[in-house]
């Protein structure tokens, strides 16, 4: 399994952003795949995932202004955001694993290197 993140950047808030994932060594049928981020002094937060059945899953202060998407043909998962704002700034991860964690309780076992993403107030 191999994750590669792109697309971070400065942005300033009420702004857009999105993030690509370059996935592979799997398929999405095999496993699930989202997005975890860490702003610093802050723990882990799970973002979006998307399951092995196409279910969604967001955490709860980006519902509504981030989407998550794949494109099976370039094994690619991307990451929409929208209306961000300063407390969007952190490193972003592409994750995958068999199933989507809580996102209070991200313990995915696959990680990419993380993209930063920093929202100008």
């Known amino acids: 399994v191999h994750l590669v993140e792109s697309g971070g950047g400065l942005v300033q808030a009420g702004g857009s952003l999105r993030l690509s994932c370059a996935a592979s060594?799997?398929?999405?049928?095999?496993?699930?795949i989202g997005w975890v981020r860490q702003a610093p002094g802050k723990e882990r937060e799970g973002v979006a995932c998307i399951a092995t059945d196409r279910a969604e899953y967001f955490g709860y202060s980006v519902k509504d202004r981030f989407t998550i998407s794949i494109d099976n043909a370039k094994n690619t998962v991307y990451l929409q955001m929208s209306s961000l704002k300063s407390e969007d700034t952190a490193v972003y991860y592409c994750?995958?694993?068999?199933?989507?964690?809580?996102?209070?309780?991200?313990?995915?076992?696959?990680w990419g290197q993380g993209t930063q993403v920093t929202v100008s107030s």
């Open positions: 060594g799997f398929t999405f049928d095999e496993l699930s």
């Open positions: 994750v995958a694993d068999p199933a989507c964690w809580p996102t209070r309780s991200p313990l995915y076992n696959h």
